[in-house]
């Protein structure tokens, strides 16, 4: 086994005890080795040898109560239910929800082998065609995700689809009413409050309902090893329920770049490389959604509004940690120019000066 020696990591696991666990669940191994996945973001991942199996298993950061927000088991449940659709899942091992183990819920999955695409563009996928399928790929993974019937795979019961924008709208206000509790000391962002009032006055009544992900983009998907890109795995479901699809494209398409955008506002989670020749554009992405759903993307300067919007409630919360000295990340204190900055791009999108 690696040593691993800082406090962080061994509040993550006990390895002992849960070297013993896999052993009782699926059997003993002669190779058995842990490490930590250090791009987490939410919840966390650990990579297992196990003899010459490779498994991941997932976890919430220790020392959280936030359950909605860091529920592995929901988790897994719905990437357990998917199992046998067209949505490319993990394959399942075991979830387990005694804390005895490694002090919190946990699940156990396959690691798929791969590359999710993030900071820069894979060598093999430096083409026109490769460039054109990783777009046509990554939509239309997310249609397959609104096609899914919750019914037919005994999801029924995970959220209420009806409302669920004006919830997202009130959800989201709330959370930038609690950070600006302590960051209008350094600066205030009316412009905010003018987005909430018009994602108040402009969300829709009707929307279809479908299973969403809740936070899809290229960066949570992985695209196997292969020179034509084929998305192997969808990542992340935390946030996964019942609700309106239009939302999951909104997001995805608040991340998606086309050559004639504007310099990023949080240039640290921009994929410029995503301008290159080849890649769709957004509005083709939109094209391509709506032909594999049979949906339309009504009112989508609201939802792609809605987007930016949360991506500022996100930032103006960190801002808020970095200030009460509850975080040590040097992303957080960037928020202060940053998230005005995102204020100006919600303006923009429901003013038309940022176009699909």
Known sequence: MTEHSSDYYQRLVDERTLEEFLTSEIGPAETFDVARHEQGHSNETLFVTWGDRELVVRRPPPGQTAETAHDVLREYRVIDALQDTAVPVPPTVLACDDHDIIGSDFYVMARVEGTVIRDAEP????????????????????A?????????VGLSDLGRAKGYPKRQVTRWGKQLAWAFERTAESRTIPELERVGSWLQEECPADHPETLVHGDYKLDNVLFGPGDDPELAAVFDWEMATLGDPRADLGWMLSYWRDAKDPEPEIPDLATEFIEAPGYPTRRDLVDRWETQTGLTFEHERFYRTLAVYKLAALGEMFYRRYLEGNADDPFYPLMENRVPALADRAIRIIEGDEPL
């Open 144 to 152: 397959a995700i609104h096609e899914v019937a919750p019914t037919a």
């Open 123 to 142: 060598a093999r996928f430096a083409n026109d065609d490769a460039r054109e399928a990783v777009g046509t790929e990554l939509v239309d993974t997310l």
